[in-house]
């Protein structure tokens, strides 16, 4: 994928995902696609009592079929729209997609682990 087609969106050189960083000093939160590895995080801040009271749609108790199904389909235009900006020629002005491919919040540790922090979805 050209720079071009991916800006602002930065690729991970370890994992060639791509994610969107927060400017200074928010510079640890990063906004990624969806992750199937999300599951057991998802189900954990969906039954805290905080968070579910507040919201009206996710059921309660959020199980593990729910967070699967949820994932299921919002990563697949997420993936759509990352195919979409790569399919463009690196000579080709900036392309306009129908969407953003990046939508969970996660906080990028001083270890370097990423701790999942909501959906901006």
């Known amino acids: ?3 071009t087609q991916l800006h602002p969106l930065q690729v991970n050189p370890t994992t060639g995902e791509l994610y969107l960083r927060l400017p200074h000093p928010f510079d ?10 999300d599951v057991p995080s998802i189900i954990e801040v ?9 919201l009206c749609g996710p059921p309660s108790p959020y199980l593990e ?19 979409e900006l790569g399919d463009v020629s690196p000579r080709c ?24 922090l909501g959906d901006l979805g």
């Open 1 to 3: 994928m050209s720079r």
């Open 28 to 37: 640890n939160i990063i906004i990624t696609p969806p992750r199937m590895s």
């Open 46 to 54: 969906l039954n805290d009592v905080k968070v579910y009271q507040t």
């Open 65 to 83: 079929r729910h967070a699967v199904d949820w994932l299921n389909r919002v990563t697949k235009p997420s993936g759509e729209l990352i195919r």
């Open 93 to 116: 002005s900036p392309k306009v997609v129908g969407g953003c491919p990046v939508r969970i919040l996660r906080e990028v540790r001083e270890d370097g682990t990423e701790l999942f």
